[in-house]
């Protein structure tokens, strides 16, 4: 059997377990932050692997090995929160479950995926397991956002922190993958498109077609900053079918924009690298605009966007909401 494939991204958080496995003080609970287009579900099986593979290392080929690769090894429970529903008796099940002997005399393992979905109930039953786990028991926990997460949970558990991905090492990976003959250049520029999500961008990069229209829809986010369209001809791009996923491209776009002119402003502010912008030197700040749209009005536009975002999953009528806020927003962008 092929052992699986390590995204790049990962690497830091498994050689972290690693470690903790070859000096026997791994805690009975970890935790991280479950990213959308990362991949991050596989990060939890493999971490799943490498407490249950006989060589440690999640390359072996033993029997836990290939059961895990089919997600068929009767030691490890698996709760899909962020795609089935999971209330407070199947987190109870789990807990009985959990005190069951073990099929081989290996540790018991449950992974719950998108546990700050869980009900603040569901959630409390956890916390009475973690408190007082059983015996060689560990549990994976990936949430996708920790506010979420009740603070009794975060304080039993160890935070599995991700590894920062460089640019670069995206690049080469996407380029890997698809066995192409565009340069890192090329392909950087579709995969900015996907805000550097590796899932994303390799949909992208996969899909001519969608590029252009994302390449179109862009460009007249961009005409609208600058005043150069109206909020009713961008609401009239608007797709009813995936406003949620368009408005939150919108943000993207502008918190990117947003990125820029800080960029601009200190390196306006800083001409040497070192001195910082302060109003009381020489070197007072003063921040950068683009086609006469200030930091202060992206800032309100995300805002905005962020507000139209949260209501594309009401009844409300989006197309006018959006139509009235932006034109408010254009009528002002230079404020």
Known sequence: ???PAVYPWHRSALQHIKTQLAEDRLPHAMLYRQRSDYFDTTLGWQVAQLLLCEAKNGQDNCRHCRLLAEKSHPNVLFLDVF?????????????????????????KIAYISGMDLLSIGAQNALLKTLEEPPKNAFFILSVSNLSRVLPTIISRVQRLRHGRLEQHTLLHWLQAQLKTTMTEAEIGKIAKLGDFAPARALALLQSPETVRQLQAEKAQFAD???GKCTAATLAAGLDNTQNAAQLARYCRYTKSMIT????????????DGNKKADKSTQYSVQYATWNGVSLRALYRLHDALSDLWRLSETNV????????RLTDWQHDRKK
């Open 260 to 271: 820029f002119l800080f960029a601009k402003t200190g390196d306006k502010n800083c001409p």
């Open 224 to 226: 609208f900053m600058a």
């Open 317 to 324: 009528n989006l197309p006018l909401q959006f139509t009235t």
């Open 1 to 3: 059997m092929k052992a």
């Open 83 to 107: 795609n089935e529903k999971i209330g407070i008796d199947d987190v109870r099940d789990l807990e009985q479950q959990m005190w069951q002997t073990s099929v081989f005399e290996k540790a």
